[in-house]
């Protein structure tokens, strides 16, 4: 396989070294970087001869420059910006003639995919995006589990995720709903993914919390029954948890029996370039299903906590 040239937007962002070892991985190419910010020292690990650029316009005309006069020809841009930078990057992508790799969610609305849908067909690239949960090994003997049980039968599961965050969050564009869709969008997405991917359709999607740090719902799949919890608020986490000197907790269960899933992250981004480079990526119809989950739970009316709600809710009410 030739070494494929890639360019990555976003590059001074927190996933971004993620993508810069897939990229270095894989043996390929990065010829290109663009961000905003300017401490990227980061790239000099991987990339350090990758020219860097602070402003699109002349990131955009770099890489113009590198086709019509050295005849380099870019393949991939790995899309690492802000979530509501997302659709307009993987337009730009596809109209270099690259394809796009980017980070989830892909979108923030289900219509930006049907319009993507329209743009690749046209295009020579194509999109993929980073779904990693579906490479767990973890997730992937679950699925294997809920394919080869029962057919009529439906799992009880819970997700609790909490990862706190700092005053800082809500000052940056993670805070602001408009640009990052919310809680449930910004660090629930790949659990929503991973869960319709596993369970099949959404049959219901009630949320009973929605705050600016916190949210809770109920979703009812194919074969499950889901009840979520997700907050970045420090003083959701166990008193057990916190007394470890903790500030993340997550737990996954399955008819009462906990998932292990704390391990297993360090290459999932690896093994997804390796996958896209091989052509079987996941593209925009793979990553539909997780934004309407996610764009339905954002515009949602709050539910009475009647019937099935997270444990957690308790705490919070």
Known sequence: MNNKNFAIMGVGGYIAPRHLKA???????????????????????????????VEFERFDRHIEKLK?????????????????LHDSHIRMALRRGASAIC??????????????IEIESESVGNVNTILQLRLH????????????????????????????????????????????????????VHFYDMLSWV???????????LTDDSASGFLEFERARVRWFLS??????????????????RSITIDNEEIEFSTG???????SYESILKGKGFGLLEAKPSIQIVHDIRNAEISPLIGDYHPFMKRVI
């Open 23 to 53: 990229i270095k991985d894989t043996n390929n190419n990065l010829i290109a970087a663009l961000d905003k910010f300017d401490s990227v020292g980061v790239i000099d690990s991987y990339f350090p001869d990758s020219d860097f650029f």
């Open 68 to 84: 019509r006069r050295k005849n380099i020809q870019l393949d991939y841009v790995s899309i690492c910006t802000p979530n509501y």
């Open 103 to 116: 980070e989830k969610p892909l979108v923030l609305n289900p219509w930006n995919i049907d319009t993507l």
């Open 137 to 188: 090994p973890s997730i992937i003997a679950l699925k294997e589990k809920v394919d080869n049980g029962p057919n009529d039968k439906i799992y009880d599961f819970d997700l609790t995720y909490l990862t706190s965050r700092g005053n800082w969050y809500h000052a940056s564009w993670k805070g602001d709903v408009s640009k990052s869709g919310g809680i449930a969008t910004n660090i629930g």
């Open 199 to 209: 369970f099949g359709k959404v049959k219901g999607n009630k949320v009973h919390l």
């Open 232 to 249: 970045i608020n420090y003083d959701n986490i166990p008193d057990a948890i916190k007394a470890e000197g903790k500030r993340t907790y």
């Open 265 to 271: 992250f360090t290459e999932l981004h690896t093994r």
